[in-house]
């Protein structure tokens, strides 16, 4: 190799060991790569004219180009490898998962407090011998009004604001036609109850909702009177609500039975002094109820001369606002999971 050769070698080898000890990224390695080790590139030029070189000098020429092309080979590969491990590095402390948090707990559902307060009152008349029935939410105008004793013409269809489907059908308004269906269907003596939900066309406020929870309740036999209704309704309260309640009776009309009354508890949320769920009176309604109307006995089949009845209709979703304090009762429908999540 001529002087002038062997310093542009070494030369080279420098500035290239320089420029991949400089270099910002894999790019730039791979630049200097292919500039002097590539078929093309400069280690290459300089062994162009090897075949004019006697043995010897190609001998020589020859080990100092394999030295140099493996020294540049060596920092290549060492810079490269410096490249990967900060590469690496950055994606681990990226990815970095902390094994030890607590994983975020699967979050079970919980029943509707309706739901639960009538499971609570099912098991009470159940316990009682009471069968639980269930009646269509789409009923007709017979089941709804005229088997309970309330003629078309009759002003008590207004009492409740209806919502009218086509072909004679409604949304059933209250839970006392499934009386009609326990009635024809299992006969007397009869003690049943029938939780489900009602419909009416209502103005809203903190205790009126347009859909709403009923229980009604019934029991026809041979010997019966008011005090039996009065016993039943206590103990159905007080089991409930786990304590003494303070009800009074109040003369109610509903064609379907007489007498008639209905039944309110003192406020348990203002304890009687007042509030707007009670509308200030210190008294909620909570229950119709009274002696069955002759004429709805004979209307199922059941002759009024051999057997008699008490009846109930519980407004269950306003007593499920006095169990657990709820002071609107738009807040059960409002599909909130934050209040749902409580119960
Ligand atoms: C009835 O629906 C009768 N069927 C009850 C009955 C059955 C009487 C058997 C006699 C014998 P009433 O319309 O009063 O009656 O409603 C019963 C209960 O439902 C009320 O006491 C009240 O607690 C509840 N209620 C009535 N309207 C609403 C409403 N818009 N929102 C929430 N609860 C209501």
């Not at 320089?18 to 590139?41: C, H, M, T, Y």
């Not at 007498?259 to 008294?283: N, R």
């Not at 209307?299 to 269950?316: C, K, T």
């Amino acid at each position: 190799m001529s002087a002038a050769n062997l310093e542009s070698l070494e030369s080279l080898e420098q500035d290239a060991l320089q420029r991949i000890q400089s270099a910002a990224a894999l790019a730039d390695l791979e630049a200097v790569r292919v500039e002097l080790l590539g078929r093309k590139g400069k280690l290459a030029g300089l062994s162009k004219d090897m075949g004019q070189l006697t043995p010897e000098e190609r001998a020589s020429r020859g080990k100092l180009l394999n030295r140099a092309k493996q020294a540049l080979e060596e920092a290549l590969e060492q810079r490269k490898s410096a490249f990967e491990d900060t590469a690496l590095h950055t994606r681990l402390q990226a990815e970095w998962v902390d094994l030890t948090v607590p994983a975020p707990g699967v979050r079970p559902g919980s029943l509707h407090p309706v739901t639960l307060v009538q499971r609570e009152i099912e098991d009470l008349f159940v316990s009682m011998g009471f069968t639980v029935l269930s009646g269509p939410e789409v009923e007709t105008e017979h089941h709804n009004f005229d088997a309970l004793n309330i003629p078309g013409d009759h002003p008590a269809r207004d009492m409740q604001d209806t919502f009218w489907l086509e072909g004679g059908y409604l949304l059933r308004t209250h839970t006392s036609p499934v009386q009609i269906r326990g009635m024809r269907k299992l006969g007397p003596p009869l003690r049943m109850i029938a939780p489900g939900r009602v419909f009416r066309n209502e103005e809203l406020d903190a205790s009126h909702e347009h859909t709403f929870y009923q229980i009604e309740g019934m029991m026809v036999d041979r010997e019966i009177s008011v005090s039996h209704l009065i016993y039943y309704m206590k103990t159905m309260l007080e089991g409930l609500f786990r304590r003494e309640v303070t009800v009074r009776l109040r003369p109610g009309y509903f064609p379907f039975v007489e007498p008639g009354f209905e039944l309110e508890i003192q406020c348990l949320l203002c304890g009687g002094k007042g509030c707007p769920v009670c509308k200030q009176s210190g008294w909620l309604e909570q229950l119709g109820c009274g002696l069955v109307h002759p004429n709805v006995l004979r209307m199922s089949g059941i002759d009024p001369e051999e057997w008699m009845g008490w009846a109930f209709g519980l407004g269950l979703t306003r007593l499920v606002m006095m169990r657990y304090g709820i002071d609107d009762i738009r807040h059960l429908q409002g599909g909130d999971l934050r209040f749902l999540r409580q119960f």
